[in-house]
T-cell receptor
């Protein structure tokens, strides 16, 4: 079966750095996505990785290792507004998006 | 770019009412649109994939006759919840992918919060 694993909840301090991990087992691989979802709102796209390595976009970076079935989202200089759920999603060989359950990130002052 | 508009944002109605939700891609053409449902504190659940000009593909366990999907143009898909009941109360979200650009991410509408009394 297809599976995406990510921690249920993480807590970090304002100004710090946090890394949210995602491991996956899917039927084929055509890219991995990270989305941010604030409570009561729809997800917004953060990053896309299809090749191994690190993609940096401002305070957010995403890393992919296809051989390990592993990705992480790195958030630097955390702000209170970064409190949200972070969703990892993998596109399989049929171009279907397989979603993780999301990681709720709590930022404390 | 890549804006998806979803309407209405909130619906509160009586049990037995049918509710129609619209999803529009405003600045791109979307051959494929997706309809999700999300219950509180749970992950996104894909309900169906909507393809322009053809029948939607429903996920296992989703009733086709209850959740009617129409994708009549490259910029509009609609979801109609027929004879809604309290258990249908949820957050419904649509997303769209730009035509012929499978490498692109799905872009989400703002969602519709449906409350059935």
């Amino acid at each position: 079966g297809q599976n995406i694993d990510q921690p249920t909840e993480m807590t970090a301090t304002e100004g710090a750095i946090v890394q949210i991990n995602c491991t996956y087992q899917t039927s084929g691989f055509n890219g991995l996505f990270w989305y941010q979802q604030h409570a009561g709102e729809a997800p917004t796209f953060l990053s896309y990785n299809v090749l191994d390595g690190l993609e940096e976009k401002g305070r957010f970076s995403s890393f992919l290792s296809r051989s390990k079935g592993y990705s992480y989202l790195l958030l630097k200089e955390l702000q209170m507004k970064d409190s949200a759920s972070y969703l990892c999603a993998v596109r399989d060989s049929n171009y279907q998006l397989i979603w993780g359950a999301g990681t709720k990130l709590i930022i404390k002052p | 770019g890549a804006v998806v508009s979803q309407h209405p944002s909130w619906v509160i109605c009586k049990s037995g009412t049918s509710v129609k939700i619209e999803c529009r891609s405003l600045d791109f053409q979307a051959t494929t649109m997706f309809w999700y449902r999300q219950f509180p504190k749970q992950s996104l659940m894909l309900m169906a994939t909507s393809n322009e000009g053809s029948k939607a593909t429903y996920e296992q366990g989703v009733e086709k006759d209850k959740f009617l999907i129409n994708h009549a143009s490259l910029t509009l898909s609609t979801l109609t919840v027929t004879s809604a009941h309290p258990e249908d109360s949820s957050f419904y979200i649509c997303s769209a992918r730009e035509a012929d650009r499978e490498s692109q991410p799905q872009h989400f509408g703002d969602g519709t919060r449906l409350s059935i009394l």
